[in-house]
């Protein structure tokens, strides 16, 4: 089973785009879901993360402007992205955790830019 991210795409600055996360099958329920960006050059960094219980974090760069969550069952999740930057143009992953390991999605571009 694997994560399929989606939502990605071009957007000018101070738009808005909201990815999606979901397995590829059936699987168990997440304790944690998060995301995850690339640019070029650039070492993967965590954006925004979210506990099967709702408490998240978020990296200083995007806080008020992204918002992270998991559906009632713990099995999908979204990341909404207002106010965006040009320096928000990445590669995003998502990434989900259970008690039978850890998962990751292949990434969905999103590049903002005028």
């Known amino acids: 089973v694997q994560l399929q991210a989606s939502g990605g795409g071009l957007v000018q600055p101070g738009g808005s785009l909201r990815l999606s996360c979901a397995p590829s099958?059936?699987?168990?329920?997440?304790?944690?879901m998060a995301w995850y960006r690339q640019a070029p050059g650039n070492q993967r960094e965590l954006v925004a993360r979210?506990?099967?219980?709702?408490?998240?974090n978020y990296a200083d760069s995007v806080k008020a402007r992204f918002t992270v969550s998991m559906n009632n069952a713990k099995t999908t999740g979204n990341l909404q992205m207002n106010g965006l930057k040009p320096e928000d143009t990445a590669v995003y992953y998502c990434?989900?955790?259970?008690?039978?390991?850890?998962?990751w999605g292949q990434g969905t571009l999103v590049t903002v830019s005028s």
């Open positions: 099958g059936v699987i168990f329920s997440f304790d944690a």
């Open positions: 990434n989900a955790v259970n008690w039978r390991g850890e998962y």
């Open positions: 979210i506990t099967r219980d709702g408490s998240t």
